[in-house]
């Protein structure tokens, strides 16, 4: 079904529908800082998952998991950490 | 003509006129939303209906908005959500409504529009001019004239049909002309309601579209069961592509308005032209004269009285003006020495916007006739039929000499 | 059982799906977000979480008509949508109108049987742009008229989008490019339109103000506006660390200290009950000694850092009577403030 892009009228849905999820488009090449949480320090009460404006701290049952592809490196989560287990670390090459 | 489907009694008789006449017609539309702003000539549709819809007589939700600019929005919002949507205006309400006027159409929403023509302000002026109309005409909106109220009961309720055709999916502006018809008495044939739901197929369809994240086609409305986002920001990348959609569907109308207006004459015996034409005594005509609206009833009655006597005169009334039916009218016009083309408003700094498409379908002909635009009527100044026949003896004049001298003219001015 | 915390949120008719208010966050850790990763606002800017948090309070399906602006652009750029939920941008000035026909084209589908379900909420998301200014005229109809509607105002206090001139909504003295702080004039002059209060005098069911940083507070109060039959109101502060030149990770504190200056007081107001504070600004209210001065406020943003300035003391004072001034008069109407 893979149509070149950028697509021509033709292939292009009716009323100008956008047609991918921005799940395709993964804004984690932003990042100037990365976060990563120290699972001894985290006591999983998911303030991080609650205010990442980019849903890039996921749940996985267990602990909250920076999905790197997304994370912008704003920094908030490691900012309201409650027990400071998130530290922003500079985005390596 | 054969005889129609539904037989002249079955059509009751109505006296009213052209703003109830497009009430009714709405009224057995099946409309779901009707969200109006009160603006002079066009007051009677929305009052006429706000008593249908008081009496229960209408399963539409009215929406008294507070601008003619949230009208069309509100109206956007519904046919976004499913729904089949109307709703009625005249010049400066028109001109308000403009941003999303083009919005409406090339998020491919049918709604249908009334536009109840009237003169553009300044200075502020309630009567009849094609001025508001014309500006639109840009706007990706189908526009069909009409000539007198029964027509503007037929058109409304052509108007959901060809807007809702699949190959069309367009929204379409109805025009009536502001007190001329909106607000002289006139008797019309209605059909049954049974007979209009059925022409329309019941309530709205609506068209699906395929969307890859979907992984199949999904209905073009704001559904809970398929998520869509209506409205995305378009860099340089996708704009232009995503007009050519609209281009391309504007290419399909003509026959879907024909079509149409044979289904219609099918059923009810009235036929307009072939839909987008309405020629007059054209075949043989060495003068022809095009306009639009109710103005070409009198147009006409100057027509077979100087055919009378002997002079080979014709008309043609356009009742699509967009898309501009450049094939059929040059067929139309080119044995023609002289084309008059009659324009009820102006494009400052150029000629009347008939005029400016009528140039246009006849440039490619190697003899073509000569031109002439004739502005009247600005701001309601009435046309009579002998300002129509000085306008005829000036273009038979022309057709004698070959020499147009003056190619814009006013017709019914004073110096 | 899906393995990816992304996909759409779909509502099938006819299913039973349950989405009881509740603020405990590993079961809300379940629920799928309404807007999708991968969108393009700002690192750390505060509007994707007023969605986030919307969606945390949803009871059932919803569909959204959002103004132009930061919000709308960044989510929808074509051929990409972050919007997991049905979703629709017209034009900047009427998200209020096209949420209100949305609203009269449910009831009337619904009244002929072709609504398969029993309700969908519709909401209009709008900035401030988009609301105090070119969309009141909207806003102030839709309350008029009564549809169901939540209207919900996340409030960055300026034009964002089109790079930050001064709207209705932007406090007195701050700098934006359109009411710079330059020699003669110290920024915006004007002070802050009481919009909340507007829709309170129009006496709609429910109004209510809100911060992303005090959200169980806010998801309460989203999901009382949407069970409420009729327009409700909820006007939610929304940091721009671009605009109001502050650092990327204090979004969530300056929610917090526009709260505790009073600058931005948490409140409600209920038709037929009256204003009701709540939250932290309740706290306070009972405590007068937790309320901050507003220079807590003021010190963490660029944009008001010529107010700190030694010479520009006394516009600090204005602005702190300001706030004063605002606060009281609340306090003095707060049907649940102590007396």
């Known amino acids: 079904m893979s149509k070149p892009e950028p697509r021509g009228w033709k292939d292009l849905p009716m009323a100008a529908l956008p047609y991918k999820l921005s799940l395709e488009y993964r804004t984690g090449d932003w990042r100037a800082l990365r976060p990563v949480i120290d699972y001894g320090k985290c006591t999983r009460c998911l303030i991080c998952w609650l205010y990442c404006p980019d849903m890039a701290i996921v749940w996985d049952g267990e602990k909250p998991v920076v999905n790197y592809d997304y994370c912008k490196g704003c920094g908030i989560c490691a900012h309201e950490c409650p027990v400071k287990a998130i530290e922003m670390k500079p985005e390596t090459a | 003509m054969a005889t129609p489907r539904i037989p002249l009694e079955k059509q009751v008789l109505i006296a009213v006129n052209g703003d109830e006449a497009v009430a009714y017609a709405v009224k057995q539309c099946l409309v779901d939303v009707v969200a109006a702003y009160p603006i002079t000539p066009q007051t009677v549709i929305v009052e006429r209906f706000s008593e249908f819809v008081a009496d229960g007589e209408v399963h539409t939700e009215f929406v008294p908005v507070e601008s003619e600019h949230s009208a069309m929005s509100a109206c956007v919002g519904a046919a976004a959500a499913g729904a089949r949507a109307f709703t009625a205006t005249a010049a400066n309400g028109l001109a308000l409504m403009w941003e999303i006027l083009y919005i409406a159409a090339s998020l491919r929403l049918p709604i249908v529009l009334a536009v109840v023509n009237r003169a553009l302000s300044a200075p502020i002026n309630i009567h009849c001019d094609h001025g508001d109309a014309y500006g639109m005409r840009d706007s990706g909106w189908i526009q069909l004239f009409v000539e007198n109220s029964q027509e503007a009961y037929d058109t409304t309720i052509q108007a959901f049909k060809i807007g809702e055709h699949p190959d069309v999916q367009l929204p379409v502006a109805v025009n009536l002309d502001g007190f001329f018809l909106s607000h002289t008495l006139e008797n019309i044939r209605m059909l049954p309601d049974d007979v209009v739901h059925e022409f329309l197929g019941g309530y709205r369809k609506i068209p699906k579209t395929y969307v890859d994240y979907h992984g199949r086609e999904v209905e073009l409305k704001l559904d809970p069961s398929s998520p869509i986002s209506f409205g995305p920001l378009d860099l340089y990348d996708y704009y232009f592509e995503h007009k050519m959609h609209q281009i391309e569907a504007m290419k399909r109308v003509p026959d879907v308005v024909k079509k149409v207006n044979e289904e219609w004459s099918e059923l009810t015996g009235r036929s307009y032209g072939d839909g987008v034409l309405v020629p007059y005594a054209t075949e043989d005509a060495d003068v022809i004269v095009t306009v639009l609206g109710s103005t070409s009833g009198t147009v006409r009655t100057v027509v077979k009285k100087l055919r009378s006597r002997g002079y080979k005169v014709g008309m043609v009334r356009i009742r699509m003006f967009r898309p501009f039916p450049f094939n059929e009218l040059r067929e139309l016009l080119k044995g023609a020495k002289v084309v008059g083309v009659m324009d009820r408003g102006i494009s400052f700094g150029s000629y009347g916007p008939s005029f400016m498409e009528i140039n246009t379908t006849l440039y490619d002909l190697r003899e073509r006739p000569l031109l002439v635009n004739y502005v009247y009527g600005l701001g309601g100044r009435d046309a009579p039929p002998d300002l129509i026949e000085k306008m005829f003896m000036e273009l038979l004049e022309i057709a004698k000499t070959g020499e147009v001298k003056e190619k814009l003219r006013f017709l019914g001015v004073r110096e | ?339």
């Open chain 3, 1 to 339: 059982m899906s393995k990816s915390p992304y996909e759409l949120v779909v509502f099938k008719p006819g299913e039973k799906r349950e989405l009881p208010l509740t603020f405990n966050l590993r079961k809300l850790a379940e629920r799928k977000p309404i807007i999708l990763p991968g969108h393009r606002l700002c690192a750390g800017c505060a509007a994707p979480l007023v969605v986030k948090l919307l969606g945390l309070a949803m009871r059932g399906p919803l569909v959204i008509a959002n103004a132009t602006g930061c919000l709308e652009v960044a989510t929808t750029i074509f051929p990409y949508t972050s919007w997991a939920i049905p979703w629709i941008h017209s034009a900047f000035e009427n998200a209020a109108a096209t949420a209100s026909g949305i609203e009269a084209a449910y009831k009337a589908m619904k009244k002929t049987g072709r609504l398969p379900y029993d309700h969908i909420d519709v909401v209009a998301l709008a900035g401030d742009g988009g609301t105090f200014d070119i969309g009141l005229q909207a806003l102030s109809g839709m309350a008029e008229r009564g549809h169901d509607v939540m209207y919900i105002l996340y409030d960055n206090e300026a034009y964002m989008n089109t790079g930050i001139q001064r709207s209705g909504g932007t406090p007195p003295f701050a700098w934006t490019t359109t009411s710079p702080a330059g020699r003669v004039i110290p920024g915006k002059t004007q002070e802050k339109k009481p919009i909340a209060e507007i829709m309170v005098a129009h006496r709609i069911p429910y109004v209510a103000t809100g911060t992303p940083g005090h959200w169980i507070d806010l998801i309460k109060k989203f999901r009382k506006g949407l069970e409420v039959d009729g327009p409700s109101f909820i006007h939610v502060l929304s940091p721009c660390n671009r605009g109001w030149r502050h650092g990327l990770n204090i979004t969530i504190d300056i929610c917090r200290r526009a709260v505790d200056t009073c600058y931005f007081p948490l409140w409600e107001w209920v038709r037929g009950k009256g204003y009701y504070l709540t939250d932290r600004s309740l706290a306070i209210a009972r405590k007068p000694e937790l309320k901050k001065p507003i220079e807590k406020f003021l010190e963490v943003q660029g944009r008001f850092k010529h107010l700190l300035k030694p010479e520009n003391k006394h516009l600090i004072k204005q602005f702190q009577e300001y706030v004063d001034a605002v606060w009281d008069d609340l306090v003095s109407r707060a049907v649940n403030a102590p007396r």
